[in-house]
């Protein structure tokens, strides 16, 4: 089986501009969630996805937005890119709550 | 809200011998998950152990061992017989029951000395 698989792998933007960032679930997995990982720190939840709703959203502004597709794929969208938003941004699918959370190997976004 | 803290940013440890990485968490929920990630260079995040926080057994697999003090708050992680792979950052984090939104501490790297 596929694991969670993410696109790009690498990403360079300029400020200001607008980024989409893709993911695609364990097939079987109804949620994903999305994490930023700064150089040197641990994960920060941006937002969780279940069946097409947002169930859960981190302390980001509302420049980052995301959805979910009917086949559970998932973006995440960041406008207005700033230099602090350079980080590896992580994908992560369940099957439920409770439940281990697979991950990505992620998109390195570098803002320049 | 939940607070993850790892208060050794690096650790050694020669090959095949034994290491623990400590992690402390603060939470005001009874019922929550507890887990050791790994990243190595590759960036995955990959599983190495999960805990139940109404279980009073700490979990085990294979090399790799959990000390959990729920009074204290505390969820330590045991590496036996170290290998070089094992080398890479160690990611303590908590979800509540019930939630998908995993919190992480700020990581451990863990360098293994042939």
């Known amino acids: 089986d596929a694991g969670v698989t993410q696109s790009p792998t690498h990403l360079i933007k300029t400020r200001g501009q607008q980024v989409t960032l893709r993911c695609s679930p364990i097939s079987g997995h109804k949620s994903v969630s999305w994490y930023q990982q700064v150089l040197g720190q641990g994960p920060q939840f941006i937002f969780q996805y279940y069946e097409k709703e947002e169930r859960g959203r981190g302390n980001f502004p509302d420049r980052f937005s995301a959805r979910q597709f009917p086949n559970y794929s998932s973006e995440l969208n960041v406008n207005a890119l700033l230099l602090g938003d350079s980080a590896l941004y992580l994908c992560?699918?369940?099957?439920?709550?409770?439940?281990?959370?697979?991950f990505g190997q992620g998109t390195r976004l570098t803002v320049v | 809200a939940q607070t993850v803290t790892q208060s050794q940013p690096e650790m050694s440890v020669q090959e095949a011998e034994t290491v623990t990485l400590s992690c402390t968490y603060d939470?005001?929920?009874?019922?929550?998950?507890l887990f050791w990630y790994k990243q190595p260079p590759s960036r995955q995040m990959i599983l190495v152990i999960r805990q139940e926080a109404y279980k009073q057994q700490n979990a085990t697999e294979n090399r790799f061992s959990v000390n959990f003090q729920k009074a204290a708050k505390s969820f330590s992680l045991k590496i036996s017989d170290s290998q070089l792979g094992d080398a890479a950052m160690y990611f303590c984090?908590?979800?509540?029951?019930?939630?998908?939104?995993?919190?992480f501490g700020k990581g451990t790297k863990l360098s293994v000395i042939p």
């Open positions: 992560a699918s369940s099957l439920d709550t409770n439940t281990e959370a697979f």
């Open positions: 939470t005001s929920e009874s019922d929550y998950y």
């Open positions: 984090a908590h979800v509540r029951a019930g939630s998908y939104q995993l919190t």
